[in-house]
């Protein structure tokens, strides 16, 4: 089992930033991809971004690149997400999730945080 939860949500303007926390306990966190997804109301949880184990690898949803990174440290167990230039379309609360392989799809990935809400004003 792994644990994980979310920290760092909030409301700000747009254009503005916010860095999302992601703290993790339980099974050996280092042997996991870890992923951030959003779900906006009435959509689909959606794909925003992936680390893989070791923090040498990330990819991104098309409509973060350049304004979203993410980063882990492994040390501490935690994984952030540092969020630039945000747009009212980014509104959503966002989740991270940890999975054994390195995909982008919400059934690949094993464990989830309970979710913390952005919400970008315009």
């Known amino acids: 089992q792994v644990q994980l939860v979310e920290s760092g949500g909030g409301l700000v303007q747009a254009g503005g930033s916010l860095r999302l926390s992601c703290a993790a306990s339980g099974r050996t966190f280092s042997n996991y991809y870890m992923g951030w997804f959003h779900q906006a109301p009435g959509k689909e949880r959606e794909f925003v971004a992936l680390?893989?184990?070791?923090?040498?690898?990330?990819s991104y949803a098309d409509s973060v690149k350049g304004r979203f990174t993410i980063s882990r440290d492994n040390s501490k167990n935690m994984v952030y997400l540092q969020m630039n230039s945000l747009k009212p379309e980014d509104t959503a609360v966002y989740y991270c999730a940890a999975a054994r392989n390195q995909r982008t799809v919400v059934a690949a990935y094993d464990y989830w945080g309970q979710g913390t809400q952005v919400t970008v004003s315009s």
């Open positions: 680390i893989s184990r070791g923090g040498g690898s990330t």
